[in-house]
């Protein structure tokens, strides 16, 4: 965290600096010297089998800007500072209290009003931008964490009120001395965290957090991970960033032996753990305030490097406190193999199985569709071999028949031949090729599979694929083709099967930087509807967008969605035509973040369940988490 350390700093230059801090900068907290000495150094005796836990002499108040000053009375919270990261729902884990949990406390004194009423709705924002934060900072080391909190039954944090004497106030030791007077038990399982509704530390901190001095790398044997702990954070701290920054002190950071440690705290900013005489910035941007350990060699990597400190001692990524629960995924080593993954959902003896090449995505746009249709799988291969991923798959589904989607170019004859192994039907057409001149020639062949007067047709720019491959799995559910169009003219064989189809309405899949308002124009004349969106043109920023914006036509509560990289295509591809088959939605993800178009269609559909296709290379474990906490 960017502190300024009072006592360094001469008169004058505490003017500047609070020139400084009073302009648009958001007002900085300020902390103690980081210094532990005899003097001021505060533990929680051992007890009880517990050993002794130091106590991080921590943070002060934040300043608030001018025209704060004066009106903020030292009985508010700190309404006015800023927090730029989102909050994020906390995991729904069993009954809300089982295991190891982070469980928060109002409390206030005996004699002062009970606040929690007022104080919850701010509270519960706050930690759940604090667990933001955590989900954050897991994703850049491409890993997935959130706070396992108790929770009530709508999975926000349980935050219950007890009365403390004043005798609680002037340190940690004291206001845990009166939580277990109050009945509130030190437990393995728990770490306490005091939300206190008065700024009382005798030295005019405002947070305190108590951690071991123990580095041992073994999750099952470290000190935090057998232990509880606990932690105040007074009213003038009551804000997400000094809300996590204790709560991390718990988990065990900053230990002494890290590489850029200063006495629980460390040098490298911006960080939420850093601060004091030595730091020097490292992480800069906006946002480095609010994440945990900048370039994640100091206490927190979901992933640390062999030889790295992190490998080889205490990490606190490793918290049992900490969720890394991922939703599941359709994966294998590669996109061959993903495919191959999605399709063992088919059950043995499937009519149809399609395949396609795996080096372009123009085939099986369309064949994803018609897959989604008859309720096969779309299995990709290498132009001149079957990867083994895929035999080990055609020998397991025993397709009746199988097509074999584009041209030689893509799909050798040597390899269609090869595929008559796998067909069981042993008829001549049991292996057969739907290809035109091109990739539109070719979804005009696939779109000749259909027969005429269907209700809809999809047409999607060919030139590239991110609009389109959403579109596959709408498609698929509603039985309806995908052909694919240049910018500025309809090809000769796609305007053919229009016009054979005779579609009620045609939608257009992407903007017109995509498809051209004269494309529009021609589809107007070949859709038999006489409605106005007979032609429906489907757009948005970005794929995320169109993605998000074609999910909306799936009614909320569908059993199931999936979410795929838009960074790539192959994997969308082998998912549409699973999802078109069960008539759910595909939405689409960048690889370590979840967009917010994203987000919002999730949260929107809200369906029991949903699986991420592809492995870590193209979905993170950032993204596969995070998705999860969004549909739970
Ligand atoms: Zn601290």
Redesign the pocket.
């Known amino acids: 965290m960017h502190f300024r350390l009072r006592s360094l700093l001469s008169p004058t230059l505490l003017a500047l600096v609070a020139a400084t801090i009073a302009l648009p900068q958001p007002p900085l907290p300020v ?1 103690a010297t980081s210094t532990i000495d005899a003097d001021t150094e505060e533990t929680l005796p051992a007890e009880s089998g517990i050993p002794e836990r130091k106590v ?4 002060y108040p934040p300043e608030p800007p001018d025209g704060i000053i004066g009106i903020q009375a030292a009985t508010d919270w700190p309404t006015w500072y800023p927090t730029s990261t989102s909050p994020v729902t906390l995991p729904c884990i069993g009954d809300g209290k089982n295991g190891a949990r982070v469980q928060f406390w109002y409390a206030y004194v005996a004699g002062k009003t009970n606040r929690i009423a007022e104080a919850r709705p701010w509270l519960t924002d706050q930690i759940e931008r604090a667990n933001g934060m955590t989900v954050a900072s897991a994703a850049k080391t491409n890993g997935f964490r959130a706070l396992r909190v108790v929770t009530d039954a709508n999975c926000r944090p349980s935050i219950s009120a007890v009365q403390l004497p004043s005798s609680a106030l002037p340190t940690l030791d004291a206001t845990v001395s009166a939580m277990k007077a109050a009945g509130i038990k030190d437990s393995k399982d728990r770490v306490h965290v005091v939300l206190m509704d008065a700024n009382g530390f005798t030295d005019g901190a405002c ?1 305190r ?1 108590a951690m071991f001095l123990d580095e041992n790398p073994d999750p099952t044997k470290n000190l935090h991970n057998l232990n509880g702990s606990w932690a105040r954070i007074d009213l003038a701290c009551w804000y997400a960033g000094g809300i996590l ?2 709560i991390f ?1 718990t988990f065990g950071a900053v230990q002494l032996g890290a590489p850029n440690a200063d006495n ?2 460390c040098k490298d900013e911006g960080d939420l ?1 850093c ?1 004091g005489a030595n730091t020097r910035m490292v992480c800069t941007g906006a946002v480095a305030e609010e994440r945990l350990d900048c370039n994640n060699d100091d206490y927190f990597h979901t992933n640390p490097p062999a030889g790295s400190y992190l490998r080889n001692h205490w990490n606190t990524a490793d918290s049992k406190y900490l969720s890394s629960d991922t939703a599941p995924r359709l994966a294998g080593a590669d996109r061959y193999a993903t495919a191959a993954a999605v399709s063992r959902k088919f059950a043995p003896g499937v009519a149809t199985a399609y395949v396609a090449t795996g080096a372009s995505y123009a085939d099986a746009l369309s064949g994803a569709a018609l897959a989604g249709r008859t309720g096969g799988p779309v299995l990709l291969t290498q132009a001149t071999y079957i990867p083994t991923a895929v035999k080990t798959e055609l020998t397991r589904l025993k397709p009746k028949k199988i097509v074999v989607l584009g041209g030689t170019s893509s799909v050798s004859n040597a390899v269609l031949n090869e595929l008559r192994t796998y067909a069981t039907a042993n008829t001549s057409d049991e292996v057969t090729r739907l290809a035109g001149t091109d990739r539109y020639g070719t979804s005009a062949a696939v779109a000749a599979s259909y027969p005429a007067g269907v209700r809809v047709a999809y047409v999607a720019y060919g030139g590239d694929f991110p609009d389109a491959l959403a579109g596959a799995a709408v498609a698929g559910r509603d039985d309806a083709p995908v052909l694919l169009t240049r910018h500025d003219g309809l090809p000769a064989p796609v305007r053919q099967q229009l016009q054979r189809l005779r579609p009620q309405q045609i939608v257009l899949l992407g903007g017109t930087q995509a498809v051209s308002e004269a494309v529009e124009a021609e589809l107007r004349t070949l859709a038999t509807g006489t409605g106005a969106d007979r032609v429906k043109r489907i757009a948005g920023k970005d794929r995320y967008a169109v993605a998000a914006a074609l999910a909306a036509t799936y009614p909320a509560g569908s059993p199931t969605a999936y979410v795929a990289s838009g960074a790539t295509f192959p994997d969308a591809l082998a998912g549409a035509a699973l999802a078109g088959a069960e008539g759910a939605p595909v939405l689409l993800t960048q690889p370590r973040s979840v967009p917010a178009a994203t987000s919002e269609a999730l949260a929107r559909l809200h369906p029991g369940a949903v699986t991420v296709l592809g492995g870590k290379n193209t979905v993170t474990d950032a993204v596969a988490g995070h998705v999860r906490l969004i549909v739970q």
């Open positions: 902390e991080a002499f921590d943070l947070g957090g920054h204790e002190h629980m705290h753990l601060y």
